[in-house]
């Protein structure tokens, strides 16, 4: 099993920047990789992001590119999500997930085998 625990969200005012965290504890981190989802209510989960916990790139879905940053720390077994110039349509529940898979579907919500519980992100206009 891998224990994923978020923090970081809040309600900021547009434009301004927040930074979420994911701890990963458990079996087999430093093997696939993790990535960061949202959701709308009333809407599907979406992809946000996404890096591998050893070498390649990260990935990022278009409608964050240039505003937002995926980074780890392998030796704390975090990654962390940088989001600047957040927009009101940023607004959603974000979730953490790992992946144990060797791949590259990172957009995939299959493609990961465990989820965090969520924490809120709210952009006031």
């Known amino acids: 099993q891998v224990q994923l625990v978020e923090s970081g969200g809040g309600l900021v005012q547009a434009g301004d920047s927040l930074r979420l965290s994911c701890a990963a504890s458990?079996?087999?981190?430093?093997?696939?990789?993790m990535g960061w989802f949202r959701r709308v209510p009333g809407k599907e989960r979406e992809f946000v992001a996404a890096?591998?916990?050893?070498?390649?790139?990260?990935y990022y879905a278009d409608s964050v590119k240039g505003r937002f940053t995926i980074s780890r720390d392998n030796p704390k077994n975090t990654v962390y999500l940088q989001m600047n110039s957040l927009k009101p349509e940023d607004t959603a529940v974000y979730y953490c997930?790992?992946?144990?898979?060797?791949?590259?579907?990172?957009?995939?919500?299959?493609?990961?085998?465990?989820w965090g519980q969520g924490t809120q992100v709210t952009v006031s206009s």
């Open positions: 997930a790992a992946t144990v898979k060797f791949g590259s579907r990172w957009s995939l919500e299959m493609f990961y085998d465990y």
């Open positions: 890096v591998p916990w050893s070498g390649g790139y990260p």
């Open positions: 458990g079996r087999t981190v430093g093997t696939g990789g």
